[in-house]
């Protein structure tokens, strides 16, 4: 089985990373149903590092305008939702559960650089999942790194071991607030066979 | 328009990573295919980071052998094609051509943890995007991150500024060899709202 033009015009094709959008709320249904897809994305171990914090209200927007790069400032505001993407560094105390065929914990403890590299490259992994479950759902997603992650850390996981990737703003786009689609390299430019 | 149930399975729900492949190759059509697709993905700034590097020729992949963990190396060496997802610490010299509007370029010059979180992780997203691209065009992934970067880097980008992030075993999997899939994080423990 593949999937059809369409499918693959709307998970990647034809789809856009939006600025503004439409009232239409995003409910809460929608949100667990983006996690029930974007959890069985592959990760290394099943190490599933990703977490997500949902900002919804008001004031949770303006605790997170501090942090916010000016060019992200009112298109953040104004989204339905705006997720964190985080990743928990202690996301190895889950791996008997996760893992449960190999003691994959013992792998991690005391070693501060691939548990760090792991919970980036995997809660990254999960956050591209994320993304494109949402778009698969019908959502659309303004994807954004222009932030200050120590900010967004201290003020909303302080005392915990999650610390922030990127954000993204969800909700349903409006088309007509789009940029033109920027260019993309050719395949000869990041492919090559061996 | 959302993605229908059978779709929303070859992606996430029923898709698993493969250890075995069957001997149906991979085509260079898929390849491209595949590129054409995944590279039409969000990154910052439109970055695109990621190099690919396949590894198709018996002789490609005892170069790659000495890198792996042992319980990568078997499965690897049988694969139909291993792909090397790595990621251009020099991305930002392609930006005046990728985000024209901007002198993006200015913003990464010199600032080397700016350069490499960016790389490692705009190349990440785009490595989730090459896993589903290739699930949506009926092709099979088997990622891993046991191996040696270092040894990668030394073998196959030495001279350049590529640097390997994880690896993709790539061809039709063999429904036969899969292990039962491991559980999941609860919504509760991965999701919060704000």
Redesign the interface.
Known sequence: ????A???D????E?R?HNAFTDEPVT?NE??QL????????T?A?C?P????????KE?KQKLAPALSSGNHDKTMAAPVTAIIGHDLAFYE?LP?????ADARAWFVGNEPLIES?A??NG??????F???AR???LD?G????FDNAKVDAE?FAGTTVKS??LVNLGYGDPGKL?PR????A?DE?????
Do not use: V, W
């Open positions: 089985m593949k999937l059809e369409d499918a693959l709307l998970l990647f094709r789809a990373s809460d949100l667990y996690h029930a897809i974007l959890k069985q994305g592959p290394s099943n599933s990703a977490r997500f914090l949902f900002l919804r209200t949770a889950q559960r996760l893992f449960p065929h792991t980036f490259r990254t992994l999960q956050g591209a999942y993304i494109l479950a698969a759902l019908g997603c994807p954004m790194s222009g909303f990737n990127f940029f920027s260019p993309r390299l395949a990041i492919a090559r066979f061996a």
